[in-house]
């Protein structure tokens, strides 16, 4: 894997980020700039690292796992640096899925696997709920 990477792009506070594997997205400062704001990205991070833990659990355990989709509900302190104080993460899961199952592979993600919720877990609250919708 290569090296992660932001680029200011020149523009404002526009910049151009690079993951690992070499794909640019953008990320912007400005309120009606392009791109993911900066504070945005840790709670994506979040939805995005339980999710990946929890299609993998889900499809070893053979469920009809159809659909995902995270909502994410996140809470700040209101002075700079507007430290996270709480973040809800909400599964919707579509398709023939187990409801203990479902429940158990979110909360191994959250509690054991997922790297973002163990290095941010000491000072922000982490909750979840989820709700399962046939196809």
Do not use: N
Not at 60 to 73: C, F, S
Not at 75 to 88: L, R, V
Request: aromatic letters at 6%; glycine letters at 8%.
């Amino acid at each position: 894997m290569g090296e992660q990477a932001l680029f200011w792009t020149g523009e404002g506070l526009q910049f151009e980020a690079r993951t690992g594997h070499g794909l640019p997205f953008a990320v912007g400062g400005e309120r009606d700039g392009d791109g993911a704001k900066p504070a945005d990205l840790l709670p994506v991070s979040l939805a995005a690292c339980t999710a990946y833990d929890v299609v993998v659990i889900l499809r070893k355990q053979r469920q009809d796992l159809r659909g995902l989709r995270v909502q994410i509900t996140s809470h700040q302190e209101p002075d700079a640096p507007w430290t996270f104080t709480a973040i809800h993460l909400h599964f919707v899961l579509t398709g023939s899925i187990d409801d203990r199952k479902a429940e158990r592979a979110i909360e191994l993600s959250e509690s054991k696997y997922c790297s973002v919720a163990a290095t941010i877990r000491p000072t922000v609250a982490l909750t979840h709920s989820h709700e399962i919708l046939d196809p």
